[in-house]
Protein backbone atom coordinates (compact mmCIF):
# COMPACT_ATOMS: atom_id res chain seq x y z
CA UNK A 1 0.00 0.00 0.00
CA UNK A 2 2.90 2.02 1.12
CA UNK A 3 4.39 1.91 -2.39
CA UNK A 4 1.09 2.59 -4.31
CA UNK A 5 0.90 5.44 -2.54
CA UNK A 6 4.50 6.65 -3.52
CA UNK A 7 3.56 5.91 -7.05
CA UNK A 8 0.62 7.73 -6.93
CA UNK A 9 2.46 10.42 -5.22
CA UNK A 10 4.53 10.36 -8.27
CA UNK A 11 2.13 11.00 -10.79
CA UNK A 12 0.93 14.59 -12.33
CA UNK A 13 -1.18 15.99 -10.47
CA UNK A 14 -2.85 18.54 -13.33
CA UNK A 15 -2.69 17.25 -17.33
CA UNK A 16 0.27 18.07 -19.33
CA UNK A 17 -0.24 21.99 -20.59
CA UNK A 18 -1.58 22.38 -24.19
CA UNK A 19 -0.24 25.19 -26.01
CA UNK A 20 -3.43 26.99 -26.71
CA UNK A 21 -3.80 30.29 -25.08
CA UNK A 22 -6.38 31.76 -22.65
CA UNK A 23 -10.07 32.21 -24.97
CA UNK A 24 -7.76 31.30 -27.88
CA UNK A 25 -6.17 34.95 -27.78
CA UNK A 26 -2.11 35.22 -28.69
CA UNK A 27 0.78 34.64 -25.77
CA UNK A 28 2.45 38.00 -27.15
CA UNK A 29 1.37 40.72 -28.42
CA UNK A 30 1.61 40.81 -32.23
CA UNK A 31 3.00 43.85 -33.55
CA UNK A 32 0.72 46.96 -33.68
CA UNK A 33 2.71 48.48 -36.58
CA UNK A 34 0.77 49.29 -40.32
CA UNK A 35 2.42 46.65 -42.77
CA UNK A 36 2.51 49.09 -45.61
CA UNK A 37 3.91 51.81 -43.63
CA UNK A 38 6.88 49.44 -41.61
CA UNK A 39 7.18 46.87 -44.58
CA UNK A 40 7.60 49.70 -47.08
CA UNK A 41 9.90 51.15 -44.36
CA UNK A 42 12.50 48.50 -44.20
CA UNK A 43 12.32 48.10 -48.14
CA UNK A 44 12.70 51.59 -48.92
CA UNK A 45 15.64 51.68 -46.18
CA UNK A 46 17.27 48.83 -47.83
CA UNK A 47 17.19 50.53 -51.43
CA UNK A 48 18.81 53.79 -49.99
CA UNK A 49 21.76 52.14 -47.96
CA UNK A 50 22.85 49.71 -50.35
CA UNK A 51 22.12 51.99 -53.16
CA UNK A 52 24.51 54.87 -51.26
CA UNK A 53 27.47 51.52 -51.59
CA UNK A 54 26.73 50.78 -55.08
CA UNK A 55 27.13 54.82 -56.00
CA UNK A 56 30.20 55.33 -53.96
CA UNK A 57 31.64 52.25 -56.00
CA UNK A 58 29.73 53.40 -59.34
CA UNK A 59 31.86 56.54 -58.99
CA UNK A 60 35.23 55.50 -58.03
CA UNK A 61 34.70 53.18 -61.34
CA UNK A 62 34.56 56.16 -63.47
CA UNK A 63 30.62 54.93 -64.16
CA UNK A 64 29.47 58.69 -63.24
CA UNK A 65 25.51 58.64 -64.73
CA UNK A 66 24.80 55.39 -63.12
CA UNK A 67 26.61 56.76 -59.76
CA UNK A 68 24.08 59.74 -59.99
CA UNK A 69 21.32 58.15 -60.80
CA UNK A 70 21.92 55.69 -57.59
CA UNK A 71 22.32 59.25 -55.42
CA UNK A 72 19.41 60.44 -56.67
CA UNK A 73 17.43 57.25 -55.91
CA UNK A 74 18.79 56.82 -52.77
CA UNK A 75 17.68 59.84 -51.37
CA UNK A 76 13.75 59.48 -52.54
CA UNK A 77 14.44 56.21 -50.85
CA UNK A 78 15.22 56.92 -47.79
CA UNK A 79 12.63 60.52 -47.45
CA UNK A 80 10.04 58.03 -48.51
CA UNK A 81 11.28 55.77 -45.81
CA UNK A 82 11.04 58.80 -43.35
CA UNK A 83 7.83 59.62 -44.00
CA UNK A 84 5.88 56.35 -43.82
CA UNK A 85 8.06 55.80 -40.39
CA UNK A 86 6.30 59.10 -39.94
CA UNK A 87 3.09 58.42 -41.02
CA UNK A 88 2.90 55.28 -38.47
CA UNK A 89 3.74 57.06 -35.27
CA UNK A 90 1.52 59.60 -35.95
CA UNK A 91 3.00 62.35 -35.65
CA UNK A 92 6.24 63.75 -36.80
CA UNK A 93 7.36 65.23 -33.02
CA UNK A 94 7.77 61.52 -32.19
CA UNK A 95 10.00 60.98 -34.51
CA UNK A 96 12.07 64.00 -32.82
CA UNK A 97 11.02 62.56 -29.57
CA UNK A 98 13.17 59.53 -30.52
CA UNK A 99 16.46 61.70 -30.32
CA UNK A 100 16.27 63.08 -27.38
CA UNK A 101 18.27 59.93 -26.36
CA UNK A 102 21.08 58.28 -27.32
CA UNK A 103 20.89 54.56 -26.10
CA UNK A 104 23.45 52.18 -27.70
CA UNK A 105 21.64 49.29 -26.23
CA UNK A 106 18.52 50.39 -28.62
CA UNK A 107 17.99 49.61 -31.73
CA UNK A 108 15.28 51.78 -32.28
CA UNK A 109 17.31 54.74 -30.47
CA UNK A 110 20.29 53.90 -32.82
CA UNK A 111 18.27 53.53 -35.88
CA UNK A 112 16.74 57.14 -35.24
CA UNK A 113 20.61 58.41 -34.94
CA UNK A 114 21.67 56.65 -37.86
CA UNK A 115 18.55 58.44 -40.12
CA UNK A 116 19.20 61.60 -39.05
CA UNK A 117 23.00 61.33 -39.90
CA UNK A 118 22.36 59.19 -43.14
CA UNK A 119 19.90 61.56 -44.56
CA UNK A 120 21.74 64.75 -44.65
CA UNK A 121 24.53 62.52 -46.57
CA UNK A 122 22.43 61.22 -49.10
CA UNK A 123 20.99 64.69 -49.50
CA UNK A 124 24.38 66.15 -50.40
CA UNK A 125 25.53 63.53 -52.20
CA UNK A 126 22.67 63.88 -54.61
CA UNK A 127 22.61 67.37 -55.10
CA UNK A 128 26.58 67.66 -55.78
CA UNK A 129 26.05 65.21 -58.26
CA UNK A 130 22.77 66.82 -60.35
CA UNK A 131 24.29 69.92 -60.07
CA UNK A 132 28.40 69.30 -60.53
CA UNK A 133 29.25 72.07 -58.23
CA UNK A 134 31.45 71.25 -55.27
CA UNK A 135 33.21 67.90 -56.52
CA UNK A 136 35.73 67.24 -53.63
CA UNK A 137 32.69 67.82 -51.05
CA UNK A 138 30.43 65.43 -53.00
CA UNK A 139 32.95 62.79 -52.96
CA UNK A 140 33.18 63.38 -49.30
CA UNK A 141 29.36 62.93 -48.45
CA UNK A 142 29.49 60.50 -51.10
CA UNK A 143 31.44 58.39 -49.03
CA UNK A 144 29.87 59.12 -46.12
CA UNK A 145 26.47 57.99 -47.07
CA UNK A 146 28.33 54.95 -48.32
CA UNK A 147 29.53 54.38 -45.18
CA UNK A 148 26.52 54.59 -43.34
CA UNK A 149 24.46 52.55 -46.02
CA UNK A 150 25.20 48.90 -45.33
CA UNK A 151 23.95 50.03 -40.85
CA UNK A 152 21.11 51.90 -42.86
CA UNK A 153 20.26 48.87 -45.16
CA UNK A 154 20.43 46.36 -42.08
CA UNK A 155 19.75 47.91 -38.89
CA UNK A 156 15.89 47.21 -39.29
CA UNK A 157 16.67 43.51 -39.05
CA UNK A 158 18.14 43.87 -35.97
CA UNK A 159 15.50 46.27 -34.48
CA UNK A 160 12.56 43.31 -35.56
CA UNK A 161 14.58 40.75 -34.10
CA UNK A 162 15.30 42.16 -31.19
CA UNK A 163 11.49 41.69 -30.73
CA UNK A 164 9.60 38.67 -29.26
CA UNK A 165 8.19 37.68 -32.08
CA UNK A 166 9.07 34.03 -33.30
CA UNK A 167 9.26 34.41 -36.62
CA UNK A 168 11.68 37.35 -36.39
CA UNK A 169 14.02 37.02 -32.69
CA UNK A 170 14.19 33.41 -33.71
CA UNK A 171 15.89 34.49 -36.94
CA UNK A 172 18.22 37.06 -35.64
CA UNK A 173 21.62 35.63 -36.80
CA UNK A 174 20.13 35.11 -40.21
CA UNK A 175 17.58 37.96 -40.60
CA UNK A 176 20.27 41.33 -40.99
CA UNK A 177 22.12 38.87 -43.75
CA UNK A 178 18.84 38.23 -45.86
CA UNK A 179 18.25 42.34 -45.13
CA UNK A 180 21.53 42.90 -46.79
CA UNK A 181 20.81 41.09 -49.49
CA UNK A 182 17.63 41.90 -50.40
CA UNK A 183 18.79 45.78 -50.47
CA UNK A 184 21.76 44.92 -52.60
CA UNK A 185 19.51 43.24 -55.29
CA UNK A 186 17.02 45.82 -54.95
CA UNK A 187 19.68 48.57 -55.36
CA UNK A 188 21.17 46.45 -58.01
CA UNK A 189 17.41 46.75 -59.66
CA UNK A 190 17.69 50.34 -59.54
CA UNK A 191 20.75 50.54 -61.14
CA UNK A 192 19.49 48.14 -63.97
CA UNK A 193 16.73 50.68 -64.52
CA UNK A 194 18.00 54.10 -63.54
CA UNK A 195 21.94 53.66 -65.26
CA UNK A 196 22.83 53.11 -68.85
CA UNK A 197 23.21 49.69 -70.64
CA UNK A 198 27.27 50.22 -70.88
CA UNK A 199 27.45 50.90 -67.19
CA UNK A 200 25.32 47.97 -66.04
CA UNK A 201 28.22 45.43 -65.71
CA UNK A 202 28.51 45.82 -61.76
CA UNK A 203 25.32 45.93 -61.41
CA UNK A 204 24.65 42.69 -63.26
CA UNK A 205 26.90 40.95 -61.01
CA UNK A 206 26.14 42.65 -57.76
CA UNK A 207 22.42 41.13 -58.93
CA UNK A 208 23.61 37.50 -59.10
CA UNK A 209 25.91 37.57 -55.99
CA UNK A 210 22.33 38.98 -54.37
CA UNK A 211 20.28 36.83 -55.32
CA UNK A 212 22.80 34.13 -54.55
CA UNK A 213 23.14 35.21 -50.74
CA UNK A 214 19.23 35.75 -50.18
CA UNK A 215 18.32 32.19 -50.85
CA UNK A 216 21.27 31.23 -48.93
CA UNK A 217 20.10 33.56 -46.00
CA UNK A 218 16.44 32.30 -46.11
CA UNK A 219 17.37 28.85 -45.90
CA UNK A 220 19.59 29.48 -43.24
CA UNK A 221 17.00 31.43 -41.29
CA UNK A 222 14.55 28.34 -42.18
CA UNK A 223 16.60 25.49 -40.92
CA UNK A 224 16.94 27.64 -37.55
CA UNK A 225 13.38 28.45 -37.12
CA UNK A 226 12.38 24.95 -36.84
CA UNK A 227 8.67 24.35 -36.58
CA UNK A 228 8.07 28.31 -36.87
CA UNK A 229 9.96 28.32 -40.34
CA UNK A 230 6.08 27.05 -41.38
CA UNK A 231 4.96 31.18 -41.30
CA UNK A 232 7.28 31.85 -43.85
CA UNK A 233 6.07 29.30 -46.16
CA UNK A 234 2.35 29.29 -45.63
CA UNK A 235 -0.38 32.22 -45.80
CA UNK A 236 0.20 35.57 -47.16
CA UNK A 237 3.87 35.12 -46.23
CA UNK A 238 4.47 32.23 -48.12
CA UNK A 239 2.78 33.79 -51.05
CA UNK A 240 4.89 37.09 -50.94
CA UNK A 241 8.24 34.98 -50.16
CA UNK A 242 7.65 32.07 -52.83
CA UNK A 243 6.80 35.68 -55.67
CA UNK A 244 10.11 36.72 -53.91
CA UNK A 245 12.33 34.21 -54.82
CA UNK A 246 10.89 33.83 -58.52
CA UNK A 247 11.26 37.30 -59.26
CA UNK A 248 14.68 37.62 -57.68
CA UNK A 249 15.75 34.52 -59.32
CA UNK A 250 14.27 36.06 -62.85
CA UNK A 251 16.20 39.48 -62.37
CA UNK A 252 19.47 37.96 -61.83
CA UNK A 253 19.30 35.46 -64.64
CA UNK A 254 17.83 38.26 -67.12
CA UNK A 255 20.38 40.52 -65.84
CA UNK A 256 23.70 38.15 -66.00
CA UNK A 257 22.62 36.66 -69.66
CA UNK A 258 20.84 39.46 -71.75
CA UNK A 259 21.80 42.22 -69.47
CA UNK A 260 23.69 44.08 -72.21
CA UNK A 261 20.55 44.82 -73.84
CA UNK A 262 18.24 47.70 -72.33
CA UNK A 263 15.08 46.40 -72.53
CA UNK A 264 15.99 43.54 -70.80
CA UNK A 265 18.11 45.48 -67.92
CA UNK A 266 15.16 47.94 -66.85
CA UNK A 267 12.77 45.02 -66.97
CA UNK A 268 15.52 42.45 -64.90
CA UNK A 269 15.38 45.87 -62.66
CA UNK A 270 11.97 45.70 -61.66
CA UNK A 271 12.08 42.07 -61.15
CA UNK A 272 14.65 43.03 -58.50
CA UNK A 273 12.89 46.05 -57.28
CA UNK A 274 9.88 43.86 -56.54
CA UNK A 275 11.23 40.61 -55.62
CA UNK A 276 13.04 42.75 -52.80
CA UNK A 277 9.85 44.43 -51.50
CA UNK A 278 7.98 41.33 -51.77
CA UNK A 279 10.49 39.53 -48.91
CA UNK A 280 10.62 42.81 -47.07
CA UNK A 281 6.36 42.64 -46.65
CA UNK A 282 6.71 38.95 -46.68
CA UNK A 283 8.94 38.95 -43.82
CA UNK A 284 6.83 41.46 -41.87
CA UNK A 285 3.72 38.96 -42.44
CA UNK A 286 5.42 36.07 -41.41
CA UNK A 287 6.39 38.05 -38.09
CA UNK A 288 2.65 39.05 -37.46
CA UNK A 289 1.28 35.06 -38.49
CA UNK A 290 4.08 33.73 -35.28
CA UNK A 291 2.99 35.84 -33.13
CA UNK A 292 -0.86 35.65 -33.79
CA UNK A 293 -0.53 31.95 -32.99
CA UNK A 294 0.10 30.47 -29.45
CA UNK A 295 2.23 27.30 -30.61
CA UNK A 296 4.96 29.39 -32.36
CA UNK A 297 5.55 30.81 -28.90
CA UNK A 298 5.06 27.96 -26.35
CA UNK A 299 6.28 24.60 -28.69
CA UNK A 300 9.89 26.39 -28.95
CA UNK A 301 9.94 27.45 -25.30
CA UNK A 302 8.83 23.87 -24.28
CA UNK A 303 10.95 21.83 -26.62
CA UNK A 304 14.07 24.33 -25.47
CA UNK A 305 13.42 23.69 -21.64
CA UNK A 306 13.06 20.11 -22.20
CA UNK A 307 16.32 20.13 -23.74
CA UNK A 308 18.02 22.12 -21.29
CA UNK A 309 16.60 20.12 -18.07
CA UNK A 310 17.37 16.80 -20.39
CA UNK A 311 21.00 17.75 -20.57
Not at 120 to 149: D, Q
Not at 156 to 161: G, K, M, P, R, S
Not at 176 to 183: G, I, M, R, T
Not at 214 to 219: D, F, H, K, N, V
Amino acid sequence: MKGEGRQRGQQPMVPRAEFESYYGRPVIKPPSWSATDIAGYFFLGGLAGAGSVLAAAAQLTGHDRTATALKVSSLAAVSCSAAALVHDLGRPARFAHMLRVFKPTSPMSMGSWLLSAYGPLAGAAALTAVTGRLPKAGSAVTGGAAVLGPAVATYTAVLAADTAVPAWHGAHRELPYLFAASATAAAAGMALVTGPSAESAPARCAAVLAATAETAATRAAEQRLGMVAETYREGRAGTLLRAARVLTCAGAVGAALLGRHRPVAAASGLALLAGSACTRFGVFAAGVASAEDPKYTVVPQREEAGAGSGS
